[in-house]
Each structure stands twice: as structure tokens, then as C-alpha cells.
């Protein structure tokens, strides 16, 4: 149980363009999801919460209409980075949770802007 | 100050060793801990949570020192496949993940 998955898995894009990265809880229902984004040989860095239904809280220094998260049902949460450029390239990983202590964590995503 | 210290390591040792990481956290309100596992290019995973009286999985003993703010994790008898990073993670409280930044692991034949 407690699957979560992510679609792409790996995407390339060109500079400008937007992306839509999908997050999925496959078997329960996440009333909470996390979007976080680890760049190489460092941790994962917490970029926005989101709870369905309601605006994503973003963290400090992550801009909300570049990031944008829609959280529209219980099991799905999209994150769009818009007018991408080469240093948003990263591994962006979505997390889900149905209580307050455990996240489960999607595949991530990994994104090469050229 | 980072929320969550961590020496990067990496730690090289032989098969069958025990080896030992800190962690040190910031905020004394922090209420839940654990640690992950993640392999390269990985998501986390989840190897255990980390109790205030100490808590043990199999080769993996965890421990919280709350007036030292800081967590450890023993391997006992380390096996090729536990060469992975290890991720210390400490929750606000608020259901909101601080990660150290990992300590690498390299167990060699």
C-alpha cells in the first residue's frame, strides 16, 4: 500500500517552454501533497505544500507563479514549472500523506532544460 | 543555520562492519525524526522512524538524544547492498520535512 507515482519520470525541455509534472496517490487518499526539488549532491529542498482544494503554501524563495501546484482531487496533484530555464533543471519528487507523521514519496521526476 | 546537519561522509567501510552517523538538528520543538534511504538518482525511502527511547529494525539501531538535538544510526554487519545515502529527517510538527543533506555510504567487499 501507500504507492505514490509520478509522470514523466524524466523530461527534456527547451528553454521558455513550461512542463506539467503529475504526482499520484495510487491506492489512498492524500489530503496533503509536497513538492520538493533536490539539485545534485544536495538534500531535498521543500518547495510548497498543497492541500486539496486549497492554494499551495509555497516556501520561502520559491516563486508561486513559476511553480505552479494545483491539488484538484484527493489523489492527484500537478506541479508546472512555466518559462523554464536551464537552471530549474533538477530532480523535483512530490510527496504524499493521509496522516501526520508518514510521507510517501513518488519516483521524482528528473528535468533537463537546454 | 541549516535545520538538519549531516556529515556527508563518505563513509567507506568493508562488509560486515558496523558503521555509525550523526545527525544534528535545530529546532528543540521537532517532535518527529527518522530516516531514509535513497539510492542514486532515487526517491527516498523510508528505513525507520526514530524514537525517543531508541528503536531497533533487524542490523539497524536508531537513537534520539533530545537534549543534544541530535539522532544516530548504527549498521550492524554491513552488507554490499546497504551502500546507498542516508538521509536524516527531521518533522516541525507541523508535517513539514527538514532533510539533512545525506550521508553517503560505500560498503566495499
Known amino acids: 500500500g501507500a504507492v505514490v507515482s509520478q509522470h514523466p519520470s524524466w523530461v527534456i525541455c527547451k528553454s521558455g517552454t513550461s512542463v506539467k509534472i503529475e504526482c499520484r496517490s495510487l491506492?489512498?487518499?492524500?489530503?496533503?501533497m509536497f513538492w520538493y526539488r533536490q539539485f545534485p549532491k544536495q538534500s531535498l529542498m521543500l518547495m510548497a505544500t498543497s492541500n486539496e482544494g486549497s492554494k499551495a503554501t509555497y516556501e520561502q524563495g520559491v516563486e508561486k507563479d513559476k511553480f505552479l501546484i494545483n491539488h484538484a482531487s484527493l489523489t492527484l496533484s500537478t506541479l508546472t514549472v512555466t518559462s523554464a530555464h536551464p537552471e530549474d533543471s533538477s530532480f523535483y519528487i512530490c510527496?504524499?500523506?493521509?496522516?501526520?507523521?508518514?510521507?510517501?514519496f513518488g519516483p521524482g521526476t528528473r528535468l533537463t532544460v537546454t | 543555520r541549516k535545520e538538519v546537519e549531516q556529515d556527508p561522509g563518505p563513509f567507506n567501510v568493508p562488509e560486515g562492519a558496523t558503521v555509525a552517523f550523526n545527525c544534528t538538528y535545530s529546532n528543540s520543538a521537532s517532535q518527529s525524526f527518522f530516516w531514509y534511504r535513497q539510492d542514486c538518482r532515487k526517491e527516498p525511502k523510508l528505513l525507520m522512524s526514530?524514537?525517543?527511547s531508541g528503536n531497533e529494525d533487524g542490523r539497524f539501531t536508531a537513537q534520539l538524544n533530545r537534549a543534544s538535538q541530535y539522532i544516530s544510526l548504527l549498521i550492524r554487519d554491513s552488507k554490499l547492498s546497504d551502500s546507498a545515502t542516508y538521509l536524516c529527517?527531521?518533522?516541525?510538527?507541523?508535517?513539514?520535512?527538514?532533510f539533512g543533506s545525506g550521508t553517503k555510504l560505500n560498503v566495499k567487499p
Open positions: 529527517v527531521v518533522d516541525d510538527n507541523f508535517n513539514k520535512f527538514y
Open positions: 510527496s504524499a500523506s493521509q496522516s501526520s507523521y508518514e510521507q510517501y
Open positions: 491506492d489512498f487518499q492524500a489530503t496533503t
Open positions: 526514530v524514537y525517543s
